[in-house]
């Protein structure tokens, strides 16, 4: 009871909600009945991975590895024991657990770091520091745009990001050109952020979005499951009638039996 629950819920394909008729109605029961226990849902949209151009077996094979991608880390920036690897300002377990209520979503981008090395009496001129940015933004809008389900930004109550590069492509400015630009977008959103000096080549940003005030494709599910529920006590109405007639229409036949 001292430990915070959270569910990673896998919402159904596109085809699934078009052809099997209770697929929607079995994802509103599920997702009613865990926001009921769980302190935070991470909501995962199977259609978002889709690549229509693999086979089967190779998409959902991609599709569980850019699931669990963003998680990796989130996980392990806080666990770190290598003090080259610990970040200015550590996200631990504390400000993930501050930041996950309810349902919630995920998203990973990243932007490649140029293996050109300037002189060090350059390292850090204007441009140099104009280049970081703009690739800390392009990570963050990758990020945004690849959310595990699509949501408006503007109904989170909370937020983090957490920035993944070499120690050296980190500084002050980068961080808080980030968090500007995540709070312009999640303007209700109580932002926590972090930095993760670990990649190499590569600059990566995670963000996560939290206590989202409305999920558009939760509703739907909601409102599609409770018109089918009314839609199968029709059907079950209409049969029994018609089996009824049935049984009238032999009344006068006698039976074997």
């Known amino acids: 009871m001292d430990k915070p629950v959270y569910?990673?819920?896998i919402l159904p394909f596109e085809h699934e909600e078009n052809t099997e008729e209770r697929t929607i109605y079995?994802?509103?029961?599920?997702?009613?009945?865990?926001?009921?226990v769980a302190d935070a849902i991470f909501l995962v949209d199977n259609q978002r991975y889709i690549r229509k151009d693999s086979s089967l077996k190779s998409n959902l094979s991609k599709i569980n590895a850019m699931i669990v991608e963003p998680f990796y880390n989130i996980l392990c920036a806080g666990e770190e024991k290598k003090p080259?690897?610990?970040g200015a300002r550590i996200l631990d377990a504390g400000d993930i657990i501050q930041t996950l209520v309810g349902w919630t979503v995920i998203g990973y981008g990243k932007s490649q770091l140029s293996t050109f090395k300037l002189p060090s009496l350059f390292s850090r001129d204007f441009r140099k520091k104009s280049?970081?940015?703009?690739k800390g933004i392009h990570a963050m809008d990758e990020a945004l745009s690849e959310l595990s389900l699509k949501c408006n930004p503007i109904d989170a109550g909370r937020a983090l990001y957490l920035l993944s590069a070499p120690a050296?492509?980190?500084?002050m400015d980068l961080i808080k050109e980030l968090g500007d630009y995540l709070k312009d977008i999640a303007s209700q959103a109580s932002l926590r952020n972090g930095d993760y000096p670990r990649e190499k080549g590569e600059l990566d940003?995670?963000?996560?979005?939290?206590?989202?005030?409305?999920?558009?494709?939760?509703?739907k599910y909601y409102t599609k499951s409770a018109?089918?529920?009314?839609?199968v006590k029709k059907r079950r109405e209409d049969l029994k009638s018609k089996l009824k007639g049935i049984d009238d229409a032999s009344s006068d036949i006698p039976s074997l039996l």
């Open 7 to 9: 569910n990673l819920a």
């Open 26 to 36: 079995n994802s509103a029961t599920c997702l009613k009945s865990i926001n009921s």
């Open 84 to 86: 080259k690897y610990i």
């Open 131 to 134: 280049t970081e940015t703009h």
């Open 168 to 171: 050296k492509e980190i500084n």
């Open 205 to 219: 940003v995670t963000v996560i979005l939290s206590e989202l005030k409305d999920v558009e494709k939760v509703r």
């Open 227 to 231: 018109s089918f529920i009314q839609d």
